[in-house]
């Protein structure tokens, strides 16, 4: 028995109207002011070049240890405070913790020559003491997202300073495993890539690489966002958070040349890390040093950062008390939901000594 279709029944029926009116409203949506952001009351506590530290008081404090906030030199990190109700740090100071956090700011060309190691030991380890001189706390949390993280276990594995607890959210440890297309890999391992001849042609690399890198690795997912804009445009909660996440992913930092420079040598070709080899300053920056209590995060839809590449820190630190933690989220939604702030709470509450 054979049935006829017709055209009609094949394809729904085209509404004009409603394909204009949602148009029309994307036009409006992409033209408007951008949304405002970093709503959490904060003061700045110190000032180096273009990095600056700013202290989040709790609302009401719970706990004597704060936490400090190590966030990627890639990205600006008000992806930490995004949003009423959806902020990481809105969302710690509800609960009682006194947070602090170290921007970095945008290197300008007479920042060239800032390495990773000018940056941990001349900004974070100073950024460290005054956030415990301006808390008076004995003892500090560090929490470290991306590349924030391995730069915040690269220094509590050579500092002096009081760290009772290291947590670390989607970071890269093991270098040896990438998210990226397998021939920037290769190519940069082979030195078929020559990062040095980059940088000294351009000095810092520019902000508009930064976002093309970024959108190289996240292709076609970082493209995919503006055809889901389109069929939800009506929904108003939604388009709030989307404008917010568009704003924050487009809105890249240029990235120091000579950092730049030892992070690929160092750790995405030599994975010196990984081995035990990394020197910072005059110091061997062994993950082994590590005793601080430790939480660990991974993301289980992450598109950027392997759970490959962040599991090996499990095994290389000493800390007696370690917490390995997967989570249903993304690499960037851990941070745009406010998630991070539950998953921290739930770990950090019983570790930094409540009032």
Same mark, same amino acid.
């Given at each position: 028995m054979?049935?006829?279709?017709?055209? %009609?029944? +094949?394809?729904s029926e085209f509404d004009y109207e409603k394909e204009m009116n949602r148009w029309k409203h994307v036009y409006q949506l992409l033209n408007e002011p951008e949304p #405002?952001?970093? *709503?959490? $009351?904060?003061?700045?506590?110190?000032? %180096? &070049? %273009?990095?600056?530290?700013? *202290?989040?008081?709790? #609302?009401?404090? %719970?706990?004597?240890?704060?936490?400090?906030?190590?966030?990627?030199?890639? @990205?600006?990190?008000?992806?930490? /405070?995004?949003?009423?109700?959806?902020?990481?740090?809105?969302?710690?100071? &509800?609960?009682g913790y006194d947070v602090y956090l170290l921007d970095w700011g945008t290197p300008g060309h007479e920042d060239k020559k800032i390495g990773l190691d000018t940056y941990i030991q001349k900004y974070l380890k100073t950024a460290v003491k005054r956030a415990l001189r301006h808390s008076d706390a004995e003892e500090i949390t560090l929490v470290g997202y991306c590349l924030g993280g391995t730069i915040a276990s690269v220094y509590a594995s050579i500092a002096?300073? $009081?760290?009772? @607890? +290291?947590?670390?959210?989607?970071?890269?440890? /093991?270098?040896?495993?990438?998210?990226?297309?397998?021939?920037?890999?290769?190519?940069? #391992?082979?030195?078929?890539? @020559?990062?040095?001849? +980059?940088? /000294?042609?351009?000095? &810092?690399?520019p902000a508009s690489y930064v976002e093309a890198m970024f959108r190289a690795v996240s292709a076609p997912i970082y493209f995919s966002h503006y055809t889901t804009l389109l069929n939800r445009a009506h929904d108003q909660r939604y388009v709030d958070k989307w404008r917010r996440m568009n704003k924050w992913s487009t809105d890249q930092v240029s990235f120091a040349g000579e950092a730049f420079r030892q992070l690929s040598n160092d750790f995405f070709k030599e994975n010196k890390l990984v081995k035990g080899e990394l020197i910072v300053g005059d110091k061997n920056a062994n993950l082994k040093n590590i005793k601080a209590n430790m939480l660990v995060v991974s993301s289980s839809n992450d598109n950027l950062v392997l759970e490959s590449q962040s599991l090996p820190i499990m095994d290389l630190v000493s800390s007696e008390d370690k917490t390995y933690k997967l989570v249903d989220a993304g690499h960037v939604s851990l941070a745009l939901t406010g998630l991070l702030a539950v998953v921290v709470d739930e770990w950090a509450s019983t570790r930094s000594n409540p009032l």
């Open positions: 054979s049935v006829e279709l017709s055209f %009609k029944d +094949l394809v #405002k952001i970093g *709503h959490t $009351p904060r003061t700045e506590v110190w000032r %180096k &070049n %273009k990095s600056v530290l700013w *202290h989040y008081p709790a #609302k009401q404090t %719970k706990y004597r240890i704060p936490l400090f906030f190590v966030y990627s030199l890639f @990205n600006k990190p008000y992806i930490l /405070d995004i949003a009423p109700k959806a902020s990481v740090i809105e969302g710690l100071t &509800n609960r002096e300073e $009081p760290i009772k @607890n +290291l947590i670390v959210a989607t970071v890269p440890i /093991d270098f040896s495993s990438f998210a990226g297309p397998e021939k920037w890999a290769e190519g940069l #391992k082979n030195g078929d890539f @020559n990062v040095n001849r +980059l940088v /000294d042609v351009y000095g &810092n690399i």
